[in-house]
């Protein structure tokens, strides 16, 4: 299997689901997105067991961050999902009262598009179970049954398959209490999201309601118990096309057939909430808040996978048994928390951060920093188009630099290791306009690496204490990626000189001092350090102001390098790279008198420059513009670029320069 084909069959659905999201058609995007892992899920065991070596696709920049950002928007939907079932408590009732236990069926239909195909509702059962060793229940235990009217229940739970597949069942209930595998639509998309293994899957068995992980927790912490994942069915025919995220629920038989695309019925009616309709126990929804803390995405659909496990992830540590014990709700997610980002396997592979048991002040603290994740994940790890080194001009010393300190060693790091380890800082400092963010973009393309790009504004917080917790999160989240860069724009803002005079703020203060702490962190705690499988991560800044940055932070730039006013050969490379593409009638000649001319301008002031000097043949159109074809037009030549001369003037002083040259001679790395 060829990484292209995998990359070509992903990367469209991957496009759906952000395209959906942007227009905020958020169950598409979460059947996208969860598409998407599914997929990368079957290319990635495909590999393995065509004994294929790691595919070149499965290393690709996006690839990483791609699924951790598939994960994460899957989670923010499923939270949707779960406030609003939650908050309405109006999904279809049908109380089937036994001796022994009671059950809810419910459907809840999805907002769909009339134009895609997508499933139109999930339907399940809720059952109230009764907690062993305890006389009155209160627990439930949610088995969503059907979707929409294409699925039928499967007929094997996933109870051994979620013990087994961590191999460790006390593991289990300390990280997951209660983790059961539920009969969800979207759970064999969340198996991939936290690696259960084939093996394991295949080993389940048994019956469509389970308990799974450690007894007790479940009884006490999980009321939700579920069935056997399966596979996304096909969507049935659109039921009701809603499109915000509020779901309305449905009044309808989870057996009513779907109703075809061209005949909707008419919206559903909500219907309030009433005591009343809950005849057996009562569905507090504080309780079950509270207890939603708890809850495992496995045991329930509409809870993100693993969420407990995210927020104890931060630990590297699993809380202990007695942790767990002496917990009841063991996990300290607060509904406000979810979406979590995800426990994926690269992330077990490298803990990292803080160790020892869990515990509730921890985990608190650690609840908190879920938030700073997830804004982390959504706004800080860039996804923008790719730049690759053959599209900036010239600059071959700043490129074979940021190759060695960090293109090779993320590619090859069983080469860098002791002496040969890699730098952990590395600054970019010149005149404005001079391709530093540039460079930085085509790190993240060419390292194959997640790339968290962060400014001043993305790190401050108006509320107190927010903006450390963000730079935590940050490189915690950093560090559980197998490669990673933290590239900070404009590093001088948030690293200036600290100073005595007591103009500084102090939660600017706090703020580096957070930073450079948790920098230092990463040479302190690489567990796999000695083997070289330490997570990679690269502090990548680019600066104007060299001399402005704090002196401990300078120190952990090991790397500083200048990135200057572009040479005459690469001016001459980026004027002929920006006119390539374009009608013109220059000549070699005429481009080596524009070099000349553009002696002291930026990259940015030649981009100017030649945009400006392709405006040219239609300013002296004048209103024969609207009339005259595009092939009519008259070519850019020498003297369009003359008359934009007179107007793009350098932004860059001389003496500006000088300045930059004095201090590279003084801090910077000079070959
Ligand atoms: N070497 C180069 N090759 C191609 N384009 C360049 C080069 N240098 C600059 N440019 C052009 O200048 C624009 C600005 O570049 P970039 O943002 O990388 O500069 P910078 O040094 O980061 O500026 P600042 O310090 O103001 O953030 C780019 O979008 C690109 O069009």
Redesign the pocket.
Known sequence: MEASSDLDRILPIASRALLCEGNKDWTLAYVNYCKVIEEMKKSSEMRTRQGFAPLKGAEECSWNGLYDNCVNKAGRLRKLILETEMERQNFQVTPKITQKKSSIDYQIPIPGRSHTPLQNSISGRLIYKQPRGVQSETNLSATPRSYGSAYSPPSASAASAATSSFGDSSFLSKRSPGFGKTEDPFASFNSSATKVSDSARANTTGSPFFLSGSPDSVNQTYPFTSAKSHPLPKPPPIQHTVSSVCIPLSKTNSSTPAQPLTSPPPPPKSTPYSPAAYPVSPFDRQTFMNNSKSYSSDTNPYITKGAPNDVNDFTPTPPSSGDIKSSPTTSPIDSNDLPFIKQTARQTQHPTGSSGPTTQSDNSQNNQLSDFESAIMSEIVANHDPVYWS?????EEAKNSLKEAVIYPFLRPELFRGLREPVQGMLLF??????????ARAVATEAKATFFSISASSLTSKYLGDSEKLVRALFEVAKRQTCSVIFV??IDSILSARNDAGNEHESSRRLKTEFLIQWSSLSNAAPEKATGNSPRVLVLA???LPWCIDEAARRRFVKRTY?PL?EPE?RHK?LS?LLHNQVHALTNDDLNELVELTEGY???D??ALAKDAAMGPLRNLGEALLTTSAEQIPPIDLNHFKTSLKTIRPSVSSEGIYRYEEWNNQFGSQR
């Open positions: 599209d900036i001009a010239g600059l010149g005149p404005p306009g001079t391709g530093k963010t540039m460079l724009d404009e680019a600066t104007n990135i572009p690469t980026h790279h930026s990259g940015s030649i981009t």
